[in-house]
């Protein structure tokens, strides 16, 4: 199909149906690429642990999100000092809060001021942080079962793949962590992630 584009193609119809076949295809390998990174992860027996700092991950993922977070300037507190450090995956980890951090800020309320709080503490043998906003939030009685599910949408949001939640999960999962949510529309989001201190 890339081929393609180097001829000269005068069919109006022809031309039509082979935008078509480009777009699907386009699709269709994103899709492929989506369910490799889940095999991956999903098979990761042994990932690499290192000592983690929550407020620089976050520092982190600030600075990717920096053109997001000027345009509808949030107010984001941190509440994760309590927690010195934690052992998990880099990257794993970067990528949950990333997910968790893209999908308060894509689906604020527009009515009023984003608000986003994380917190963390110790539970004795456990480490709970809880990732919370005052967005459009999702009605938990029609798709709790499917919140963290493969491609599952519950906003009108073109950029939404469906993706990130279900990543979220288990990239948490493959780390022997466990996520739970709660959620009213109108009110907003709480993500509950669990780890088991090593």
């Known amino acids: 199909l890339n081929l393609l584009e180097d001829i000269e193609i005068e069919d109006y119809e022809l031309k039509e149906i082979l ?13 492929v690429n989506d369910l490799v990174n889940i095999i991956i992860i999903k098979d990761s027996l042994a990932i690499d642990k290192e000592p983690i700092v929550i407020r620089d991950v976050f520092e982190n993922i600030f600075n990717q999100l920096s053109f997001l977070i000027s345009n509808l300037n949030p ?23 990333l997910n968790l951090t893209t999908n308060a800020l894509r689906y604020s ?3 009023r001021q984003l608000k986003i709080l994380v917190a963390a503490k110790n539970l004795g043998t456990e480490t709970q942080i809880t990732f919370k ?13 499917k919140v963290f599910g493969l491609y599952q949408r519950f906003h009108d949001n073109p950029d939404s793949k469906g993706l990130g939640l279900y990543l979220v999960k288990s990239q948490v999962e493959s780390m022997g962590g466990s996520i739970t949510i709660d959620s009213e529309v109108g009110v907003g989001t709480t993500f509950t992630i669990t780890f088991k201190n090593n």
């Open 19 to 31: 935008q078509g076949f480009s777009k699907s295809t386009q699709q269709l390998n994103d899709t």
């Open 75 to 97: 107010i984001i507190k941190l509440d994760v000092d309590k927690v010195n450090s934690l052992f998990l995956n880099r990257s794993y980890f970067e990528s949950i809060l």
């Open 109 to 111: 309320d527009p009515s």
């Open 133 to 145: 906003d005052n967005g459009l939030g999702i009605d938990l009685k029609r798709h709790r079962d």
